[in-house]
């Protein structure tokens, strides 16, 4: 996929928020990075972390935007321990020759609070890959991969096998709900109470839409 044909381009994005798009509202941007609410999001608050860096992983950042990743986390971390006692963090990487479970060509990570319990089940398929790495500072490159993260843990694992979006389909029917399919359910009412959030968390000023 070629940087005009991308929508999760930074530019892009833009553009379609001036098309009066809102739920590509940019809500924050520091150095490399921008934030924009989810399509289709799993909970109030679900967010995704783009690089304005037109690449398929966070696995073909250099070290220092890692750095800016992590430091970014962190403060997302720290603003959503208001709202939420755990959060989600998980990325579904392609390659340049391969989308994986992705189902765009550009990296981008999914921040989400989540606070209830996840049965067993819900993602074994997952747990049951093979570990690549424990740290977002050491991914595959050239490799399709799942990075996931949670309050308590971090793991890199093998995306062979796993389909896109099942992720979003397990979480989402570990509290009840079969609406998984984010081209079809765009969930518009969740995308506004998260870009609420977002204006009373930080500060309507700072809910950027450039």
């Known amino acids: 996929m ?9 530019d892009k994005i833009v553009e379609q928020y001036d098309k009066d798009h809102f739920y590509n509202k940019i809500l924050y941007q520091k150095d490399d990075f921008f934030i924009v609410s989810a399509i289709g999001p799993i909970t109030v608050g679900h967010v995704m972390i783009i690089p304005k860096l037109h690449i398929p992983s966070i696995a073909y950042l250099d070290s ?21 006692g ?31 319990n996840i049965h067993n089940s819900a993602l074994n398929m997952l747990f049951e890959q093979p570990i690549l ?4 500072k050491r991914l595959p490159v050239d490799k399709t991969y799942i990075y996931w993260s949670n309050s308590s843990s971090e793991s890199v694992y093998d995306s062979q096998g796993i389909y896109p979006q099942f992720i979003r389909k397990q979480l989402l029917a570990n509290i009840g709900n079969n609406e998984w399919d984010w081209t079809i359910h765009k969930n518009e009412d969740v995308i506004k109470q998260t870009i609420n959030v977002w204006q009373e968390m930080i500060g309507e000023e700072n809910v950027r839409s450039r």
């Open 86 to 116: 755990n959060v989600i963090v998980f990325e579904n990487a392609s390659s340049y020759e391969d989308l994986g479970s992705s189902c765009v060509q550009h990296a981008h990570i999914n921040f989400l609070p989540y606070d209830s």
């Open 2 to 10: 070629s940087k005009n044909e991308c929508d999760l381009c930074f």
């Open 64 to 84: 220092k935007k890692i750095e800016q990743l992590v430091e970014l986390i962190d403060f997302l971390k720290k603003y959503y321990s208001s709202i939420s």
């Open 133 to 136: 790495s424990n740290s977002i």
